[in-house]
């Protein structure tokens, strides 16, 4: 490969790192600078291209997980929290490991049912403009439509029922396009909890779900990692494992003061740009 392909690498790796935890849709995104501009399947198969899309995912997944360390930990009963003014660090009013797999729910169930119908026939240029103006909707309605006093402020607050809830409101993210942060923190939006802890919830189930569903897409196309295709692969997947540590902070940091308006605005503006370019 010539070093033109590995600065493609890089740029993807860069796009995914910005847009897969933001509610844009990393997908309209792809769109727009790989099938538009750069062209990656000029000199890679498709299947290949694919491969590469999932390593660049894996990239930006291994950027939460470092993110939530403490958080995942906590989880997995792996870290003995220190007792707070005199209490015992027990679970309570903690985030629990089975409020996470219940969120986890709803998505997982209709993702194995439905895995092959979604590849066949959602896929399309169509299908995601329909997701980023849908999806910029439900943003819309949970910033005017959700409690001004949230019941849960950070997410070791959230309910079982607000976890299931979230969940179900994720599973409108198996349409391309609709973004699945996007989704889900509108959920939780809606259904009581801070933009803040929405957010924080949202990425906590991403972790298992994407790793889940990328690792098992990754087994099924292991044949396209060949080591003259590894110097492509790992320059996407580093360069989207940094930019996602480092969109992830800044988005924590300002969801809570700008909330989900500007990011609906940015998607119908984008799905626009994608319906005139086509």
């Excluded at 995104?29 to 198969?45: A, E, G, N, R, Y």
């Excluded at 895995?115 to 909707?137: M, P, Q």
């Excluded at 997410?155 to 607000?162: C, H, N």
């Amino acid at each position: 490969m010539e070093w033109m392909e590995y600065i493609k690498a890089v740029i993807l790796g860069i796009v995914e790192g910005l847009t897969e935890f933001a509610p844009v849709s990393s997908t309209g995104h792809m769109i727009i600078v790989d099938d538009m501009w750069l062209k990656t399947q000029q000199f890679l198969s498709q299947p290949a291209a694919n491969t590469f899309k999932v390593v660049i995912q894996l990239g930006s997944i291994l950027a939460v997980v470092v993110l939530f360390w403490g958080r995942f930990m906590d989880l997995l009963g792996l870290r003995r929290r220190k007792a707070k003014n005199g209490g015992n660090g027990s679970d309570q009013g903690r985030l629990k490991l089975t409020q996470v797999i219940v969120g986890l729910i709803p998505a997982g169930v209709l993702g194995v049912l439905f895995d092959d119908y979604i590849d066949e026939h959602l896929f399309s240029t169509r299908t995601v403009l329909i997701g980023l103006v849908v999806g910029a909707l439900l943003m819309i309605a949970a910033d005017v439509w959700g409690p001004k006093r949230p019941k849960a402020e950070t997410v070791d607050q959230i309910t079982y029922g607000q976890a299931f809830s979230v969940g179900v409101i994720q599973c409108l993210s198996l349409w391309p396009g609709f973004s699945r942060s996007g989704s889900t923190i509108s959920g939780g939006v809606l259904f009581g909890m801070s933009h803040r802890a929405a957010a924080d919830f949202t990425f906590i189930m991403a972790v298992p779900i994407m790793a889940g569903a990328s690792g098992l897409s990754l087994l099924k196309n292991w044949e396209y990692v060949t080591a003259d295709m590894l110097p492509f692969f790992a320059a996407g997947f580093i360069s989207s494992f940094i930019v996602a540590l480092l969109a992830i902070r800044f988005f924590l940091k300002l969801i809570n003061r700008i909330k989900l308006v500007p990011f609906a605005v940015y998607r119908i503006v984008l799905a626009g740009i994608i319906f005139f370019m086509l």
